[in-house]
């Protein structure tokens, strides 16, 4: 059963960091293209990075530089790690995956973690 758990999410101070996991299971990441979205009141979900399996990433432009995406093969986990935090980046955030290649759309993805809280909040 492919699964994913995903972790890191909470309440951080503007300028803080957090770091989110997506570890999966049942399948191995590294056959998939990687995606990172989020999600605030009222939004529609936001792209924040894609890697392909060539590892090739992509990041939007608004959030480039304080946003990194990384994938572990050996823990076959994913992880965002997200710096100098605003509270504009308070929206739950999903992880993603997909046989294709990148895809702006995050009902392009074929399977999804349940979503992680992250509050920017002084």
């Known amino acids: 059963q492919l699964q994913f758990v995903e972790s890191g999410g909470g309440v951080v101070q503007p300028g803080g960091s957090l770091r989110l996991s997506c570890e999966a299971s049942g399948f191995t990441l590294n056959s998939y293209t990687l995606g990172w979205f989020r999600q605030a009141p009222g939004r529609e979900h936001e792209e924040i990075s894609c890697?392909?399996?060539?590892?090739?990433?992509y990041y939007a432009d608004s959030l480039k530089g304080r946003f990194t995406s990384s994938r572990d093969n050996a823990k076959n986990t994913m992880y965002l790690q997200m710096n100098s935090l605003k509270p504009e980046d308070t929206a739950v955030y999903y992880c993603a995956v997909r046989w294709a290649s990148c895809d702006t759309n995050y009902e392009g993805y074929d399977y999804w973690g349940q979503g992680t809280q992250v509050t920017v909040s002084s």
């Open positions: 890697i392909s399996t060539n590892s090739s990433t």
